[in-house]
């Protein structure tokens, strides 16, 4: 596609639900990653993934916390048993391998654990 | 570990002024990216301007320059003729190699009209 996308744009979910946030990013570019901005603040690295190789799933903050990307190309986050803490705005960004390149960003999905 | 520090969490211009936002980084290697990010309300983070470290050359795109001191390890973004539209969340971010992005805390721009 011409973008990212990312979806759902907003969740509500109940506390201790599971919920899966999608990612589909540019096509040709190697390279995935999750971030988490709590509000008003900066972004959190959760988890990267480099073409074939092992995901650095060093920023990931729980085990309730997991990714997958298939095919190399659409990613998915889940996170398990939902929790009030984990409300914040999850963005994905993905890029070519080359470390000059700049990510090129999705809008998020904002969620709200109530 | 590298870190990217604002210290600037708010600032605010006059239209038409000029302001300078603040960042500084730490790290041992002497190959690296830097970028500056905006993230306005829509929450769509842009890439505003991008520097390689191997350049001494200063960045530019249009109203927007960079001053790069890799000495210092200091990447301030400068925006000229600030507009009403330039009002947003704005990140600095460091990347080496083809390792992942790490993002400052952010400063906030508010331009008056």
């Known amino acids: 596609g011409a973008g990212v996308s990312q979806s759902p744009s907003n969740k509500v979910t109940e506390k201790g639900k599971d919920v899966e946030l999608r990612c589909d990013p540019i096509?040709?570019?190697?390279?995935l990653y999750w971030y988490r901005q709590s509000l008003g603040q900066g972004l959190e690295f959760l988890i990267y993934?480099?073409?074939?190789?092992?995901?650095?799933k060093s920023g990931l903050p729980s085990d309730r916390f997991s990714a997958e990307r298939t095919g190399g190309s659409v990613s998915t986050l889940t996170i398990q048993r939902t929790q009030q803490e984990d409300s914040a705005v999850y963005l994905c960004?993905?890029?070519?391998?080359?470390?000059?390149?700049?990510?090129?960003f999705g809008s998020g999905t904002r969620l709200t654990v109530v | 570990a590298q870190t990217v520090t604002q210290s600037q969490p708010e600032m605010s211009v006059q239209e038409a002024e000029t302001v300078t936002l603040s960042c500084t980084y730490d790290t041992s290697e002497s190959d690296y990216y830097l970028f500056w990010y905006k993230q306005p309300p829509s929450r769509q983070m842009i890439l505003v301007i991008r520097q390689e470290a191997y350049k001494q050359q200063n960045a530019t795109e249009n109203r927007f320059s960079v001053n790069f001191q890799k000495a210092a390890k200091s990447f301030s973004l400068k925006i000229s003729d600030s507009q009403l539209g330039d009002a947003a969340m704005y990140f600095c971010?460091?990347?080496?190699?083809?390792?992942?992005?790490?993002f400052g805390a952010g400063t906030r721009l508010t331009v008056k009209p």
């Open positions: 960004a993905s890029s070519l391998a080359l470390g000059s390149s700049g990510y090129t």
């Open positions: 993934f480099q073409g074939n190789s092992a995901p650095d």
């Open positions: 096509s040709g570019h190697t390279a």
């Open positions: 971010a460091y990347r080496r190699d083809n390792n992942d992005m790490r």
